[in-house]
């Protein structure tokens, strides 16, 4: 396994005072983070993915690793067209859920023509999809039906399944993740809390984690997703626990030239 690292831009929401786009993107950085894109700004409807914000994207995140978290709104085939086309000016992956991807909430898997359609145009574009943790079962029946798409493992969701344990979802899905969310709860609800609090996922399913994820030859994608507090304080708690006390591989570096965003809300 070869892994990198970005924060999601939840870390930001909820600032009184907000950084612009570009600040957030100098600030993660200069931690050695790259970025994995929200479509919108919290409490915000506008997609960022659309066609007219492309220059601001790439101008900003140039030089850093991107994922893109897809639309979550139903998205049209234009729409997924266009969230595809950014993914690939940006060399992005994708994360999308099956919802957002048109897979039907029913017992067997069928009416995947939307899905089927979704995968092809990302094919054509060589942009990754990967599916984001949901019920075991249908991400595994999605998964036997379209072999080119890969699955985010959401270390939350996996904490909270009241019918399948941690472990499980990481024997099942080990062999094909590239991507993860990297985020804790206490077992009530999807907190998104830094990895390593208190009463939070035992540290042997980290561990856990980590030796299955190593059997496999992929290139995957580690991503901090975590809730305000301040985004400077969950990344150092995050990166404590999972370089520090988990000894995971690739820690990011700071940069120790680089400028850092002035950043200090009230």
């Not at 140039?62 to 979550?72: F, G, I, K, N, T």
């Not at 939350?156 to 344990?165: N, T």
């Not at 499980?168 to 809390?193: C, F, K, P, S, W």
């Amino acid at each position: 396994m070869r892994i990198r690292y970005v924060v999601s831009t939840m870390v930001f929401w909820g600032r009184e005072h907000q950084l612009s786009f570009e600040q957030e993107c100098q600030f993660l950085q200069s931690l050695g983070f790259g970025i994995e894109l929200w479509p919108h700004l919290k409490g915000q409807r506008e997609c960022r993915y659309q066609r007219r914000n492309w220059p601001r994207l790439f101008a900003a995140t140039q030089d850093m690793l991107v994922a893109m978290r897809s639309r979550y709104d139903n998205p049209t085939l234009e729409q997924w067209a266009e969230q595809i086309e950014c993914a690939k000016l940006l060399n992005a992956n994708i994360v999308t859920d099956l919802q957002s991807i048109g897979v039907p909430d029913e017992p067997e898997l069928n009416g995947c023509g939307f899905a089927g359609d979704v995968v092809e145009m990302a094919e054509h574009y060589g942009v990754k999809l990967c599916l984001e943790t949901g019920p075991l079962k249908r991400l595994k029946q999605v998964s036997d039906r379209f072999e080119s798409v890969g699955y985010c493992l959401d270390t939350g969701y996996a904490h909270l399944d009241p019918e399948h344990s941690f472990k499980r979802y990481v024997d099942d899905l080990a062999a094909r993740v590239i991507h993860l969310h990297l985020t804790d709860n206490y077992g009530q609800m999807d907190d998104h809390e830094p990895p390593g609090v208190r009463g939070g996922t035992p540290r042997e399913d980290w561990d856990y984690l980590l030796n299955v994820l190593s059997k496999y030859d992929n290139d995957v994608i580690g991503s901090l997703e975590m809730c305000p507090c301040m985004p400077a304080v969950m990344i150092r708690q995050a990166s404590e626990f999972m370089f520090d006390a988990l000894q995971w591989p690739n820690r990011p570096e700071k940069q120790p030239d680089y400028e850092e965003p002035g950043y200090n809300p009230a």
